[in-house]
């Protein structure tokens, strides 16, 4: 890999279930900059040269990217929401950075909100999470933080998840499941009905609340294209519901719907050390 001498502009990704999101970041300026917004079924096998173009047509120093994979010792070990787990991006000009996509949006929270002691949940076709402790990702031996794979039921027969599991929060309430369960759109469906009524939110918030007796974070951090569209008051008063005394992270639904790829665009400067 090239080694960095100077990081002007980064360019940071966000490869979804649903869309691809292209943002660039200035350094000196601290401004971020939309460039394209592309869907993944149709984009997501030319997404090299897609990328390739735009770090030369930006003189990017470096690319980060996120997207809704398993990493694993820099390989990419399962994409249960993605067309294929292949993303090509060999023989790119610049330093290449790849990260899961909720630990982006983890890097974007952090920044944002501050707190040392973060869980960041993301919800969008899947449901990922981010852990941040001491100000910096845990990751474990790779993967830590699959809250959307937790199992939060017994029900019988059992849901499937795209994970190849049964009966994970994400067969609950991301939005491939809420879509396969009343057959509408998540879009469709938030004009009909209060999403925060559905039992599927509880099971959620149930799950959220579990994670936060294991990790006593400063703050949840939400968003997501379903995430970001939640009532702050709402999540807080369901989560708290399940919690115990002693516990009180401040609930904060970050409503930005390029938060994943702006927390790539972190990615580079995190890993050349640099703290913007
Ligand atoms: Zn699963």
Known sequence: MARIVEIR?????????????????DVHRDKYEHIATLPTEK??????????KYVLEFSADALGVGAAVWLKKGSVIHAPNLPSRSIKLEEMPVPVF????????????HRKLKFDYIFAVTIGTGIGSGIIVNGKIYKGEGIAGEIGHFEVSAEMPALRCRCGGFNHLECYFSGWALQ??????????MK?????????????CR???????????????????????????????????????????EISVLNDEFAVAKGACLLPLLHSGFTP
Do not use: M, Q, W
């Open 180 to 189: 396969e369960r009343y057959g509408k759109s998540v879009e469709e469906l």
């Open 43 to 52: 984009h997501l096998k030319s997404v090299g040269e897609t990328l390739k």
């Open 192 to 204: 009909e009905r209060d999403i925060h009524d559905l039992e599927e939110f509880d099971v959620f």
């Open 207 to 249: 799950a959220v609340s579990n994670a936060i007796k294991l990790l006593d974070p400063s703050a949840v951090a939400l968003g997501g294209r379903i995430g970001a569209r939640l009532d702050e008051k709402r999540v807080k008063a369901c989560i708290y519901r399940h919690l115990l005394r002693g516990f009180s992270p």
């Open 98 to 109: 790849l990260e899961n996509d909720a630990n982006c949006f983890a890097i974007f929270a």
């Open 9 to 25: 502009r980064t360019i940071g990704v966000d490869i979804g279930g649903t869309n691809i999101d292209i943002v660039l970041f």
